[in-house]
Nanobody
Framework: QVRLEESGGGLVQTGGSLRLSCIASGGTLSSYAMGWFRQAPGQEREYVAAISWSGINTYYSDSANGRFTISRDNAKNTVYLQLNGLRPENTAVYYC??????????????????WGQGTLVTVSS
């Protein structure tokens, strides 16, 4: 069973940047699609970004497109989410997810198979 561990969250001012990392243990990420979801206080979890097994194809929610960048390093068993131009409404717990499929679109269309514990991003105004 793969375990996912996120890091890189923290407190940042509006307009700032953070880089979230997600490292896998107990298995390899290289064959599977990966993604990020988030959950803001009092709201449901929502999809943020996804990436195919190879890293060639990436996908973003409307709110993330243009400001966030997902990437992966299969040799390091790690997925990243670069957050730029952060806004207070981006405050949330960000979760790394894995889908037992090579296609990033399956992250968007289905329920991920594995979730990390999350890392908190707080954006102050």
């Amino acid at each position: 069973q793969v375990r996912l561990e996120e890091s890189g969250g923290g407190l940042v001012q509006t307009g700032g940047s953070l880089r979230l990392s997600c490292i896998a243990s107990g298995g390899t990420l290289s064959s599977y699609a990966m993604g990020w979801f988030r959950q803001a206080p009092g709201q449901e979890r929502e999809y943020v970004a996804a990436i195919s097994w190879s890293g060639i194809n990436t996908y973003y929610s409307d709110s993330a497109n243009g400001r966030f960048t997902i990437s992966r390093d299969n040799a390091k068993n790690t997925v990243y989410l670069q957050l730029n131009g952060l806004r207070p409404e981006n405050t949330a717990v960000y979760y790394c997810v894995q889908k037992m499929s090579p296609s990033g679109t399956d992250i968007i269309q289905g329920t991920p198979d594995t979730w990390g514990q999350g890392t908190l991003v707080t954006v102050s105004s």
